[in-house]
């Protein structure tokens, strides 16, 4: 008997994901040949393929086909669906995975629709849209869905509105011989389930949807073609073409044409229109395409559409490409193609903001490079920090000619920069002109990868730490630390660097391999920590001074880092029962790492207890460094800036094994520490009640990976990027 179900997952490149996904298809319900996987490893460069072999070998259920020659999607999933013998089949993309339980719900509605007269063609699921910052968002077109005449299945004409909703394949179980009786077949390239799924749901005689979250689709991850600036935005033609010719021999389906029509040209548009899609060089061809398509497709009769989407059909028909850019950047059309046309509502300038700024930007770019300009950012436009800080006051003072100003998000960051600081405010037209005519960008992560570099500028990476655990490249080995990452658009983002600034030997070495390119790497040791080499006493009393801690306190900093398994911030600290133990003589600060952005929680301790402090919004952590006699972390960047003080340094690291494993490290920090290592509370607040106990660890430390803080980091910089006067 063959299986109720058939899973097909095309895979490619996708490593770091696919053990989540693999996971995700078990089930504890199904009968024994219920479900058939099919997985078609696509010439993976990866080690995709292996591990759908290692797999594969612990579940009967699943198969892997290894292509000789990659097909791309489309291609896979037609060599899977060659394999299926299910009477259902559902294609899953093997970067995206499934909720607990989904198989067995899908199961019960499948064997259901078989009991009964007309079985369901399709089966459209619910989803959610899961984002790389862990954010997440439900399915936005369920109010189409959910209530509609679908949830006891219905015909696309019945409910036209359904096409309102995502088209993609992946959220839709289809009747297997009735896909392969439609003689449809998936396109190569970008958008290649369009020509599958809009068949799917025209000729379906009972389309069926199920009201289940039963999909997590990873949403807006680097390398995803609604992120991609590429030629192959073009593919979507063919598809139209081919779902079109569908039409031509299908009569219940070209029913409805008017409505596909529409449809089809509102994606083109929606793509030409969204800034960092269509190459600059290619719009033009674009939009020619899309009059080709009106030309080919319009149907007899056809009425464009009232309003501002009317106006936009009508210029684009005509190949009025220039005067769609006037309607699209002021909502306003040249008076010669105004006359016969509606006025254009005010609203619409807030839709053609995102177009705006794409063309203001490309005309920006047609400037000269302005030889004298710098631009400066760190951490995500979040403020005036680290090294990139350092490089600005130190290039002030040397190379005076070179203005530099900073990116910053929004008016609240704008409001925490020192004054007199220049700056610009993202995605305003003055950041716009900065980031299309600056001769240099300096920053310690990636500028937007819409942002292209021109011939003769120059890029700085200073990073923001030395590396105790694996970076870059060196992430393929471990997916679940490298969840979300695209490591070919950061080999785009590290071949646009000319320069990478290094804090030590230990990171020139790894880096090198971590974030493989052309550029200089610039063994300077880290500008930002210059001020820690030149700290006084009195500067030292002043920081603790406005941060409110009491003369004769001794002061603990708490760092704990970022764990990608764990959700992100985790305080394995009991952080009022380790004030208990050190009483009131103590401070200790708490500074959650810069990814948590809820502050360190209810630090609220008991009488006689040491004072908790949360800093984690304190803008900057060298001002923390000194204030701080001790610091305690676990595998933190901060015990290698920390260390340029000579202080002593405190390891509690209760999770080391399960740490090295997720995340790869560079050096077993156990048998190389800066100091004390703990692995329980109670052996902690010993050695941090001690003082000093490990002066010797620290000074091995302090000589592998501190020998170039001398306190001149950011002058070597600034002499080898800037044109300094001398």
């Not at 069926?208 to 600036?229: E, F, H, K, Q, S």
């Not at 028909?317 to 040249?334: H, V």
């Not at 000619?401 to 609240?412: L, S």
């Not at 984690?616 to 676990?634: F, G, K």
Request: glycine share 8%; with cysteine.
């Amino acid at each position: 008997m063959p299986p109720l179900l058939s899973i097909v997952l095309p895979v490619h490149g996708v490593e770091r994901f696919l053990p989540q996904c693999l996971e995700s298809l078990r089930s504890d319900g199904a009968a024994p040949g219920e479900v058939e996987l099919i997985a078609v490893d696509d010439r993976s460069p990866d080690r995709s393929g292996a591990l759908l072999d290692a797999h594969a070998a612990t579940d009967p259920r699943m198969r892997v086909l290894h292509l000789a020659e990659n097909q791309g999607l489309g291609g896979a999933r037609t060599a899977g669906l060659a394999e299926a013998t299910g009477t259902y089949v559902w294609f899953v993309d093997s970067d995206d995975w499934l909720p607990d339980g989904t198989i067995d719900a899908v199961l019960a509605e499948l064997r259901a629709e078989t009991t009964r007269d007309l079985p369901a063609d399709v089966l459209l699921t619910d989803f959610t849209h899961v984002y790389h910052d862990g954010g997440e968002e439900p399915n936005p077109w369920r109010h189409v869905l959910a209530g509609s005449p679908l949830v006891s299945g219905c015909t696309a004409a019945e409910h036209p509105a359904l096409f309102n909703s995502v088209l993609a394949v992946w959220n839709k179980i289809m009747r297997r011989q009735y896909l392969l009786d439609l003689d449809v077949h998936f396109g190569r390239g970008y958008y290649e389930d369009i020509s599958v799924t809009y068949p799917l749901l025209l000729a379906a005689d009972r389309l069926v949807y199920l009201d289940r979250p039963c999909y997590r689709y990873r949403r807006g991850r680097p390398g995803a073609i609604t992120a991609t600036a590429s030629a192959k935005h073009a593919d979507a033609f063919a598809q139209y073409d081919a779902i079109f010719a569908f039409l031509d021999r299908d009569e219940r389906a070209n029913r409805l044409r008017t409505l596909v029509f529409d449809r089809t040209v509102k994606q083109a548009l929606t793509v030409y229109d969204t800034p960092g899609l269509v190459p600059v060089e290619l719009r033009a061809e674009f939009f020619a395409r899309i009059t080709g398509h009106f030309a080919r497709h319009r149907p007899a009769g056809y009425r464009f559409p009232s309003g501002v989407r009317g106006i936009q059909y009508r210029l684009a028909a005509r190949g009025s490409r220039r005067a769609y850019a006037e309607l699209r950047r002021g909502g306003r059309l040249p008076g010669a193609v105004k006359r016969g046309t509606k006025a254009v509502a005010p609203g619409v300038k807030k839709a053609m903001r995102s177009s705006a700024r794409f063309t203001a930007y490309n005309a920006f770019r047609r400037l000269p490079v302005d030889e004298h300009l710098a631009v400066y950012a760190a951490y995500w436009h979040r403020g005036y920090a680290c090294n990139p800080a350092a490089i600005y006051e130190k290039a002030r003072e040397l190379a005076p000619q070179v203005r530099g100003v900073w990116v910053v998000e929004n008016a609240a960051r704008a409001a925490t920069l020192p004054e007199g600081v220049p700056y610009v405010i993202v995605n305003t037209p003055a950041y716009l002109k900065a980031m299309a005519t600056a001769k240099y960008f300096v920053n310690n992560v990636n500028f937007p990868h819409t942002m292209a570099k021109r011939t003769g500028t120059v890029h700085v990476q200073t990073q923001h730490g030395t590396p105790l655990k694996a970076m870059g490249m060196d992430l393929r080995e471990h997916p679940v630390a490298a969840d979300g990452m695209d490591f070919e658009r950061l080999r785009e983002a590290v071949a646009r660097w000319d320069y990478l600034v290094s804090p030590n030997p230990h990171t020139s070495e790894h880096f090198a391999r971590a974030f493989p390119g052309t550029y200089q790497t610039l063994d300077t040791g880290y500008p930002r920590n210059d001020r820690l080499v030149h700290a006084t006493t009195e500067e030292c009393a002043t920081v603790r001074r406005e941060l409110g801690i009491a003369p004769g306190q001794r002061t603990v900093l708490y760092a704990p880092t970022h764990r990608e398994s764990r959700g992100g911030y985790l305080p394995l600290l009991d952080l009022p029962a380790l004030a208990e133990r050190l009483g009131s003589g103590w401070t200790v600060m708490v500074r959650t790492h810069y990814f948590h952005d809820g502050g360190a929680g209810d630090l609220a301790a008991r009488p006689g207890s040491a004072r908790l402090l949360d800093v984690s919004d304190h803008p900057s952590v060298e001002d923390l460094y000194l204030a701080a006699d001790t610091l305690v972390t676990d595998y933190s960047s901060m015990m290698f800036d920390y260390a340029v003080l000579d202080r002593p340094i405190a390891v509690y690291a209760p999770d080391w094994e399960e740490y090295q494993q997720v995340r790869g490290v560079y050096f077993d920090l156990m048998k190389e520490p800066p100091g004390a290592v703990a692995t329980e509370q109670d052996a902690l607040v010993e050695a941090l009640l001690a003082g000093d106990p490990e002066p010797a660890a620290r000074q091995r430390f302090r000589e592998r990976f501190c020998p170039w803080d001398d306190g001149r980091a950011a002058e070597r910089v600034v002499s080898r990027i800037f044109p300094v006067r001398r």
